[in-house]
């Protein structure tokens, strides 16, 4: 017994001629026969006597009507609820952050992705920039933070900001900083990230092109440790500008001039996926909000992390 039977059935019933009801569902009179045959022989059992006055319900045919109705609406309801849940669900997007969610303005792309894209519901997750490719491959993530550039044939890639990154040193560390090389640089004690970050990589190919070595006393799996660290007088690292100034502000920490780098903040997300709706609107909210806020807007970076 299938739905489509059943429904058929109750068509016949209610326009009591063939006919009708084979226009009524926008079928052949023949298939409709064919599926009102198939119902009956199912159920083992005459549903309709057929007179020249049409199609007329037989006693267990009306007895099976009542049946049928309950079902058919049974099924419109859950139909319903089926739809309903799925609006209020909405569909779910998974924004990967590789570094603060005040420094990537995630407040800001949540509210204007609720004002204009209410049906698109974001998750925020930890990532790496190392790993945002592959974290996109598996599904992990559908939208990701990145450093630098992503060349990868499957991925597409966005630059949304150019961020410059510099050298700090405890103030307490070097007294005339004018005096301080690249190799005296790689001497003093470095607070070191691994996980290949970006920063690091980049300040160490300037490194490695001048056949020097840094000291790495400390090594570090996040932003909040460096911080901490280097406010602390342990060690040299490196740091994104708007981290770096409010540090020199208070006198713990100077900015190393020559050690100044800039690299791309940018997303990325799968291309099998570019063309979804909700990707995309979440690909816009983030261009758009690095695009009309100002860079100097003071955003808070008392809680970040190095990702």
Same mark, same amino acid.
């Given at each position: 017994?299938?739905?489509?039977?059943?429904?058929?059935?109750?068509?016949? =019933?209610? +326009?009591?001629?063939? @006919?009708?009801?084979?226009?009524?569902?926008?079928?052949?009179?023949?298939?409709?026969?064919?599926?009102?045959?198939?119902?009956? $022989?199912?159920?083992?059992?005459?549903?309709?006597?057929?007179?020249?006055?049409?199609?007329?319900?037989?006693?267990?045919?009306?007895?099976?009507?009542?049946?049928?109705?309950?079902?058919?609406?049974?099924?419109?309801?859950?139909?319903?609820?089926?739809?309903?849940?799925?609006?209020?669900?909405?569909?779910?997007? +998974?924004?990967?952050?590789?570094?603060?969610?005040?420094?990537?303005?995630?407040?800001?792309?949540?509210?204007?992705?609720?004002?204009?894209?209410? $049906?698109?519901?974001?998750?925020?997750?930890?990532?790496? @920039?190392?790993?945002?490719?592959?974290?996109?491959?598996?599904?992990?993530?559908?939208?990701?933070?990145?450093?630098?550039?992503?060349?990868?044939?499957?991925?597409?890639?966005?630059?949304?900001?150019?961020?410059?990154?510099?050298?700090?040193?405890?103030?307490?560390?070097? =007294?005339?900083?004018?005096?301080?090389?690249?190799?005296?640089?790689?001497?003093?004690?470095?607070?070191?990230?691994?996980?290949?970050?970006?920063?690091?990589?980049?300040?160490?190919?300037?490194?490695?092109?001048?056949?020097?070595?840094?000291?790495?006393?400390?090594?570090?799996?996040?932003?909040?440790?460096?911080? $901490?660290?280097?406010?602390?007088?342990?060690?040299? =690292?490196?740091?994104?500008?708007?981290?770096?100034?409010?540090?020199?502000?208070?006198?713990?920490?100077?900015?190393?001039?020559?050690?100044?780098? @800039?690299?791309?903040?940018?997303?990325?997300?799968?291309?099998?996926?570019?063309?979804?709706?909700?990707?995309? =609107?979440?690909?816009?909210?983030?261009?758009?909000?690095?695009? @009309?806020?100002? $860079?100097?807007?003071?955003?808070?970076?008392?809680?970040?992390?190095?990702?």
């Amino acid at each position: 017994m299938e739905l489509y039977q059943l429904q058929s059935f109750v068509v016949i =019933a209610q +326009t009591q001629n063939l @006919t009708r009801a084979a226009k009524t569902l926008n079928l052949s009179q023949s298939a409709l026969s064919s599926q009102l045959k198939a119902l009956e $022989e199912d159920l083992g059992m005459v549903l309709f006597k057929r007179g020249a006055r049409g199609m007329r319900l037989t006693l267990q045919g009306e007895q099976i009507l009542e049946h049928a109705t309950t079902v058919l609406a049974s099924v419109r309801e859950l139909r319903e609820q089926a739809q309903s849940l799925h609006h209020q669900a909405g569909e779910m997007v +998974t924004l990967g952050l590789n570094a603060s969610p005040a420094f990537l303005r995630i407040a800001d792309i949540s509210r204007r992705l609720g004002q204009l894209h209410g $049906e698109v519901r974001p998750v925020f997750q930890i990532s790496q @920039t190392i790993n945002t490719a592959q974290m996109l491959r598996d599904g992990q993530i559908d939208v990701g933070f990145c450093y630098g550039r992503m060349n990868e044939g499957d991925i597409v890639h966005q630059v949304v900001a150019q961020v410059r990154v510099c050298v700090v040193v405890p103030t307490r560390m070097v =007294a005339d900083m004018s005096q301080l090389d690249w190799t005296g640089l790689a001497d003093l004690p470095w607070i070191w990230v691994g996980n290949d970050c970006p920063f690091y990589t980049m300040l160490m190919e300037r490194l490695e092109h001048q056949q020097l070595m840094p000291h790495r006393r400390i090594i570090a799996v996040d932003e909040q440790i460096v911080r $901490e660290l280097v406010a602390d007088g342990q060690g040299v =690292a490196m740091m994104r500008e708007d981290e770096a100034l409010p540090l020199v502000k208070r006198g713990r920490v100077q900015i190393w001039e020559p050690g100044w780098l @800039t690299l791309p903040l940018g997303i990325a997300w799968s291309s099998k996926n570019a063309s979804q709706s909700r990707i995309r =609107a979440v690909v816009d909210m983030v261009q758009q909000v690095w695009q @009309t806020v100002d $860079e100097g807007s003071g955003h808070s970076q008392e809680n970040p992390y190095w990702l």
